[in-house]
């Protein structure tokens, strides 16, 4: 059974920083691209980045791109999102999910069960 | 940026109706398009892919169509579990994802 679990989220200042984790399991995670994406409260969906199977090649929304940067640990089966420079717009619970495919964002057929992210003074 | 619109925002409906939720895209993405479900404090479900390739485990009641820029979800018969929100998302893009904002089902 394929497994996503987050962790690493809380309350953040603005300005700050976090570091979100998802562990995987139940699958070969290094066969497939991951993503993370957003939920702020009573909004819709955000895809905030994505990763290839590899790790070599990274993807960002243009409302992160340069503050935020997705890793994964192929080895231990682990991915990332570094948050730099937090604002209260990246309020949000924040999702691991899973790609169908080995390359670029596509379709999430797995979903983690989300970490809330909260940015206040 | 292809962006997603879905229609109606906010749908009423009663056990055993046919629903029917839009989406359109901005430009041509093909068949790359997902649909979601979503209930309050839930990550969201994947339902369908390339347009109408059912998710494993997902009831025959739902069914997609389209390509191109125009798309539907339709549920033959809704279900007291069908109730919540539903997101189409395109995947045409080789460098990014874009959700639509979303379309509620509520009991009318």
């Known amino acids: 059974e394929v497994q996503l679990l987050e962790s690493g989220g809380g309350l953040v200042h603005p300005g700050g920083s976090l570091r979100l984790s998802c562990a995987a399991s139940g699958f070969s995670f290094s066969n497939y691209a991951m993503s993370w994406v957003r939920q702020a409260p009573g909004k819709g969906l955000e895809w905030v980045s994505g990763?290839?199977?590899?790790?070599?090649?990274?993807f960002y929304a243009d409302s992160v791109k340069g503050r935020f940067t997705i890793s994964r640990d192929n080895s231990r089966n682990t991915l990332s999102l570094q948050m730099n420079g937090l604002s209260a717009e990246d309020t949000a619970v924040y999702y691991c999910?899973?790609?169908?495919?080995?390359?670029?964002?596509?379709?999430?057929?797995?979903w983690g069960q989300g970490s809330l992210v909260t940015v206040s003074s | 940026d292809i962006q997603m619109t879905q229609s109606p925002s906010t749908l009423s409906a009663s056990v055993g109706d046919r629903v029917t939720i839009t989406c359109r895209a901005s430009?041509?993405?093909?068949?790359?398009l997902a649909w979601y479900q979503q209930k309050p404090g839930k990550a969201p479900k994947p339902l369908m892919y390339?347009?109408?390739t059912l998710q494993g485990g997902v009831p025959s009641r739902f069914s997609g169509s389209g390509s191109g820029t125009e798309f539907t979800l339709t549920i033959s018969s809704l279900q007291p579990d069908d109730f919540a929100t539903y997101y189409c998302?395109?995947?045409?893009?080789?460098?990014?994802?874009?959700f639509g904002q979303g379309t509620k089902v509520e009991m009318k």
């Open positions: 390339m347009a109408s």
């Open positions: 990763i290839v199977a590899s790790g070599g090649v990274t």
């Open positions: 998302q395109q995947y045409g893009s080789d460098s990014y994802v874009t």
């Open positions: 999910a899973k790609d169908m495919v080995v390359s670029q964002p596509d379709y999430f057929d797995h």
């Open positions: 430009q041509s993405i093909g068949m790359w």
